[in-house]
């Protein structure tokens, strides 16, 4: 009795518009749970919240080294989580500044592409939803006008409007999959983005303590360590 149940909103759909629509309704559903995982991840991420990692690289700046650590690692957002990795790099003396550099670069990449996982199904939905309606719209013209064929001076003007509104609900139902998924997708290609700039400009800052933004006046002030003065490694001279 559930089966039936469950089965018949999935037979009223092919009645009305065939396989087609099954297909896209089966999409529209993926699409869903990707946007709902999506939104999970980036929730538990912390995306989008950067007020720890900007403190974070304030203390930085400020010669605060120890203060500046707990902040990152005290923050929930992904961009502390990069900031706190370049800072106790930054801080490990026994280490060529290049070394450090492409390693938190490597740790930041890796959670961009954590964040980016199954957008790119999301897109390929936006794609193909349009194309899929499309493709359900020609095959229901194909058979009005076989059945209108076939009727010959007897067609009934309004079974030929019928069929052609059924076909035309096809592309409806592809460019309503369509719309939102795109629209879903740049959203969160927008947040990654961001995020992405967080990251760069906040490594940035550390390495370089934010140099062109201070005074001659304040040169020599910090006690953060100079990255420039780090003993290299492994034959790299010192920023390489």
Same mark, same amino acid.
């Given at each position: ?86 800072? *106790?790099?930054?801080?490990? $003396? ?5 070394? +450090?550099?492409?390693?938190?670069? !490597?740790? %930041? #990449? &890796? =959670? ?78 927008? *947040?990654?983005?961001?995020? $992405? ?5 906040? +490594?940035?800052?550390?390495?370089? !303590?934010? %140099? #062109? &933004? =201070? ?26």
């Amino acid at each position: 009795m559930n089966a039936s149940l469950l089965l018949q909103p999935v037979a009223k759909l092919y009645e009305l518009g065939g396989f087609v629509v099954l297909i896209l309704a089966v999409l529209s559903v993926v699409a869903f749970a990707v946007v709902l995982l999506k939104l999970w991840q980036f929730a538990r991420e912390g995306v989008g919240k950067r007020r720890a990692s900007d403190q974070a690289v304030e203390a930085w700046v400020r010669g605060d080294m120890n203060g500046a650590l707990t902040l990152a690692e005290r923050g929930s957002g992904v961009v502390s989580g990069v900031v706190a990795s370049a800072i *106790r790099g930054a801080m490990n $003396r026994s280490l060529a500044r290049q070394t +450090i550099e492409e390693d938190v670069q !490597r740790i %930041a #990449t &890796e =959670r961009l592409h954590s964040l980016s996982a199954g957008l790119r199904l999301l897109e390929a939905i936006a794609q193909i939803a349009p194309l899929l309606g499309l493709f359900g719209t020609v095959l229901g013209m194909i058979e009005a006008f076989q059945a209108m064929q076939t009727a010959g001076a007897d067609i009934d003007p309004s079974q030929l409007a019928g069929g052609i509104w059924v076909a035309l609900l096809t592309t409806a139902v592809g460019l309503a999959v369509a719309m939102p998924s795109q629209l879903l997708t740049t959203w969160f290609d927008g *947040r990654i983005e961001n995020e $992405r700039v967080a990251m760069e400009t906040s +490594i940035a800052a550390i390495f370089t !303590r934010r %140099a #062109t &933004e =201070r005074t001659p006046g304040t040169r020599g002030q910090s006690t953060t360590p100079d990255l420039a003065a780090v003993p290299a490694k492994a034959g790299l001279a010192p920023g390489e």
